[in-house]
């Protein structure tokens, strides 16, 4: 409801006020939808239930990254090796040494800027980090078929989601498209800081 009545606001976009509640609206709500509901309905807490609508093989959640590829990263990978080196790709990303163990290398030096270019775009950092991208490309396996598929379905998830809020949104707010798009980013990005934030 938040996100249907920010985004009924964000069609009168080109108005400032309209424009500044639009934004924090769907801020709030992309934030709600993926750290306290999306989260939990993809560690399977409500399958119980037997809710088709919140059930962790049907949900499918507002990010660049497909539900399957973040269960099996977070809930297999994650939840299983927390904090182990070379096993939790979660300590890091693998674009930071956030532990004294991990090797130092001259590419640290710039973490202060890769941690906040990762902050902004976190969704993507996380649908790259689900493909383990930077594994497959140091052990040259680009050419794998299973990562290959999975590829391929990080790129029309990113699709859609770049569609919804790019392109048709945008569109149906008329004249007022390029506000739109402007407060569609900037939601975006707000919920890509506080999800960064609280990881």
């Known amino acids: 409801k938040i996100e249907l009545g920010s985004r009924a606001v964000l069609l009168a976009s080109g108005f400032p006020p309209?424009?500044?509640?639009?934004?924090?609206?769907?801020?709030?709500?992309?934030?709600l939808e993926n750290m306290e509901i999306g989260h939990?309905?993809?560690h399977g807490q409500w399958d119980w239930m037997r809710?088709?609508?919140?059930?962790?093989?049907?949900?499918?959640?507002?990010?660049a990254s497909p539900a399957e590829q973040w269960k099996h990263s977070h809930?297999?990978?994650?939840?299983?090796?927390?904090?182990?080196?070379?096993?939790?790709?979660?300590?890091?990303?693998?674009?930071?040494?956030?532990?004294?163990?991990?090797?130092?290398?001259?590419?640290?030096?710039?973490q202060p800027l890769w941690s906040f270019i990762?902050?902004?775009?976190?969704?993507?950092?996380?649908?790259?980090?689900?493909?383990?991208l930077g594994a497959v490309i140091a052990k040259k396996q680009t050419?794998?078929?299973?990562?290959r598929a999975r590829g391929k379905a990080v790129l029309r998830k990113i699709g859609k989601q770049v569609l919804k809020d790019y392109v048709v949104?945008?569109?149906?707010?008329?004249?007022?498209?390029?506000?739109?798009?402007?407060?569609?980013f900037t939601a975006n990005v707000?919920?890509?800081?506080?999800?960064?934030?609280v990881i």
């Open 18 to 31: 309209a424009w500044i509640l639009g934004t924090v609206g769907l801020s709030v709500a992309k934030i």
């Open 40 to 42: 939990n309905i993809l």
């Open 51 to 63: 809710d088709p609508k919140i059930h962790s093989t049907t949900w499918e959640w507002d990010m």
């Open 75 to 110: 809930n297999e990978l994650h939840h299983t090796y927390t904090n182990v080196i070379g096993k939790d790709n979660d300590l890091g990303y693998g674009i930071m040494r956030v532990d004294e163990d991990q090797p130092w290398q001259p590419f640290h030096l710039g």
């Open 118 to 132: 990762n902050a902004c775009f976190f969704e993507y950092g996380i649908a790259a980090y689900d493909l383990e």
């Open 143 to 147: 050419g794998d078929p299973e990562f």
């Open 169 to 184: 949104h945008p569109l149906l707010s008329g004249p007022n498209a390029a506000a739109t798009l402007t407060a569609n």
């Open 190 to 197: 707000v919920r890509n800081l506080w999800s960064n934030s």
